[in-house]
């Protein structure tokens, strides 16, 4: 549908950009922070480098929150990571990781930027993985009490918190992206899934106890998932796939549930997890005040036939890697790609915030959504009109999701500053802001404005109303 008359983004839209600390913060064994399973990621696609220096953002922040503050940012998501906090996972607090964010967190404050706070991307204690990570309960506690730590220190600077990052494409594609071991059986996968979900439950239920007025909610990828065609049985995988890849996670955080077609998929694979006494009940006690969402593109799947050949070999989290028997990865032939292979859809960005909103009537919060490209740097400029292009149209979306009615807090795209990929190295960049460095030479990682930079910058001082 169609209106002749749009609303405006609310007053206090938090205009926002995005981060996490393996990808940005670089100084990844310094002042006592511990390896992560990212730090300990052996195989890295050829040509690509590791996070080791990443955007030097650790010894930069300064400079970079000036940057943000230029940038006119109401808000800046960021992650902590969990080995600079507790470098084992569940052992001796580290003095010199807690004192080091404060100190970005107070700059923030200062600027006028409001700081939300991803708990968990990605970025699992390599020691606790060593014990069996998300397969053993033992970190349900860990996590657990890393949460009360970080509620204890931060929770008077921090409104907004986020539990976990991408649980669902840890879940779906964790080899890839490192956070689960290759060759893990799906029993085990979902096991680890379980606990990361009554996790997620505890810290929220801590939150609520520990900290008086915060808000803290999961944020999953969420994408809707087209019907390759209207075939019954094509919008019948369609449906499984969107039962699977999305409220399966949504379901489970707002309500405490498992979704029924997911459950069953589950019993069906042999990976249903064991649910000990008291879990639903915690589950159910953990009420999240919003839901954050990652939307990069939409998905689209057709009907298995069966045989294995539906299951395409590893892809990424945008790329939709068939089951067989299950469903099938399909190409949406209305939709372009980018050079990354990742297909781009503005308007199944609206129709996930419906989507959402319908199901679980929350405030949302998009924590991001961007482009990624190669990009060169030329007498100091970057001349990203395609990252504008991307940038607008799925804003003018979101204003569309608005006048349908959905309550959208804010809006966070990947990425604030140049970082690292998780799957394409230094090469593949998202930023507002160019940091010069290239692949495995280092060079000055100075940083420099692109040209959306300027344009982002005069869409959050006219609150969305001029996208041109
Ligand atoms: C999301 C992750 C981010 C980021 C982004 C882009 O899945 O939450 O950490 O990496 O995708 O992905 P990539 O870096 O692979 O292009």
């Not at 549908?1 to 839209?13: D, T, V």
């Not at 600077?157 to 669902?168: C, P, R």
């Amino acid at each position: 549908m169609k209106y002749r008359q749009l609303k405006p983004f609310p007053e206090a839209f938090l205009w926002s950009g995005s981060t996490s600390a393996y990808q940005v913060e670089g100084a990844w064994d310094e002042d006592g922070k511990g390896p992560s399973v990212i730090d300990a990621r052996g195989e890295y696609p050829a040509g690509t480098t590791d996070f080791k220096v990443a955007s030097d953002h650790y010894h930069r922040f300064a400079e970079d929150v000036a940057l943000f503050k230029e940038l006119g940012l109401k808000a800046y998501r960021f992650s902590i990571a969990w080995t600079r906090i507790i470098p084992d996972g569940d052992g001796e607090v580290n003095p010199a990781g807690v004192a080091f964010y404060h100190r970005p967190i107070d700059a923030l404050i200062d600027a006028g930027i409001e700081p939300i706070v991803t708990m968990y991307h990605f970025d699992l204690p390599e020691a606790l993985d060593a014990k069996g990570g998300w397969t053993s309960r033992d970190t349900v506690d860990a996590f657990a009490r890393f949460s009360e730590v970080l509620f204890a220190e931060y929770g008077s600077k921090i409104t907004y918190w986020l539990t976990i990052n991408e649980q669902n494409m840890m879940i779906l594609y964790g080899e890839a992206i490192g956070t689960v071991k290759p060759g893990m059986p799906k029993s085990a996968v979902y096991q680890a899934n379980h606990h990361m979900m009554l996790a997620q439950a505890k810290a929220n239920i801590l939150c609520h106890q520990m900290v008086p007025g915060a808000k803290i909610g999961p944020a999953p990828n969420i994408s809707v998932c087209y019907p390759a065609t209207s075939h019954p049985e094509d919008v019948l995988a369609a449906d499984d796939f969107n039962a699977i890849r999305n409220w399966l996670y949504l379901d489970m955080a707002v309500h405490g549930r498992y979704n029924n077609v997911a459950w069953a998929y589950l019993e069906e694979l042999g990976a249903a997890p064991s649910i000990a006494e008291g879990d639903l009940e915690i589950l159910t006690n953990a009420k999240p005040d919003f839901i954050a969402f990652n939307y990069y593109t939409s998905a689209t799947v057709g009907r298995a036939s069966g045989e294995s050949s539906d299951a395409a070999s590893v892809g990424d989290q945008q790329i939709v890697v068939g089951e067989a028997g299950v469903y099938a990865g399909a190409v949406n032939p209305y939709l372009g790609k980018t050079e990354f292979g990742w297909e781009v859809d503005p308007i199944g960005f609206r129709t996930t915030f419906r989507a959402i909103w319908d199901r679980y009537q929350l405030p949302l919060l998009v924590t991001e959504n961007g482009l990624g490209a190669f990009e060169k740097l030329e007498d100091g400029k970057v001349h990203d009109s395609y990252r504008i292009d991307y940038l607008r149209d799925h804003i003018e979306q979101i204003q569309w999701a608005i006048s349908d009615g959905v309550e959208v807090l804010g809006y966070s795209p990947w990425s604030a500053i140049d970082l690292v990929s998780t799957h394409q190295g230094s090469a593949k960049r998202y930023g507002f802001i160019y940091v010069d460095r290239e692949e495995f030479d280092l060079k000055e990682l100075t940083r420099y404005r692109k040209d959306s930079f300027a344009w982002y910058q005069k869409v959050i001082s006219t609150n969305g109303a001029d996208l041109s």
